[in-house]
């Protein structure tokens, strides 16, 4: 079946406007994450949602930050004003529930670059 | 909060030869430890992971080795070939939802 899809794949934007990630997780899965990959470096967990809630935002850089999913399904990370530090891949992933040992599956990224 | 650390950060082998990647973590609560593989322009896939009842687990080349008491893990890569080379993550969840990742080991396997 499909797997967890993101759009764009690349996004350039000039520094101070503001952006939209998509990410459609796989059907059925109850919980949905996004994560951030500096170049070379690991991932960085910024929020996740159990359906539509997201009962932790504390991972979230700054106030610039936000994310929303709605219909238990789709989600949408937007970053405001964006600047050169935000320039980085953005990862979403879905999983059946949040129990610990629920498999998190993960899309292809979205490669953001600020310029 | 709970921190991971990994070592190496790059390893390098001759094709046929093991590979082990160790990580430690600080929260003794950790319950879950997934390994995760990731290639260039694609997310990270899981390969194997292990939960904390468990001391080891093995899929064909690929085997997790956990000491909870000493507080960390490895990932053991036996007879390397040339598709294994890619980005290697371990990562640990606390019971919860979030799950805490390594900084990441590039292996390099050579023909």
């Known amino acids: 079946g499909a797997g967890v899809s993101q759009s764009p794949s690349n996004k350039v934007t000039e520094k101070g406007k503001d952006v939209e990630l998509r990410c459609d997780p796989i059907s059925g899965h109850t919980a949905l994450y996004w994560y951030r990959q500096s170049l070379g470096q690991g991932l960085e967990f910024l929020i996740y949602?159990?359906?539509?809630?997201?009962?932790?935002k504390s991972g979230l850089p700054s106030d610039r930050f936000s994310a929303e999913r709605t219909g238990g399904s789709v989600s949408t990370l937007t970053i405001q004003r964006t600047q050169q530090e935000d320039s980085a891949v953005y990862l979403c992933?879905?999983?059946?529930?949040?129990?610990?040992?629920?498999?998190?599956?993960f899309g292809p990224g979205t490669r953001l670059t600020v310029t | 909060g709970e921190n991971v650390e990994q070592h190496p950060s790059t390893l390098s082998v001759q094709e046929g030869d093991s590979a082990v990647i160790k990580c430690t973590y600080s929260?003794?609560?950790?319950?879950?430890f997934p390994w995760y593989k990731q290639e260039l322009g694609k997310g990270p896939q899981l390969i194997i992971d292990i939960r904390s009842n468990v001391g080891e687990k093995k899929d064909q080349r690929i085997a997790v080795t956990l000491n909870k008491t000493a507080k960390h893990f490895s990932l053991h890569i036996t007879e390397t070939q040339p598709e294994d080379s890619a980005v290697y993550f371990c990562?640990?969840?606390?019971?919860?939802?979030?799950?805490?990742f390594g900084a990441g080991t590039r292996l390099f396997v050579k023909a």
């Open positions: 949602f159990q359906g539509n809630s997201a009962p932790d």
């Open positions: 990562a640990v969840r606390t019971g919860g939802f979030k799950t805490i």
């Open positions: 992933a879905s999983s059946q529930g949040l129990a610990g040992g629920s498999e998190q599956y």
């Open positions: 929260d003794s609560a950790s319950n879950y």
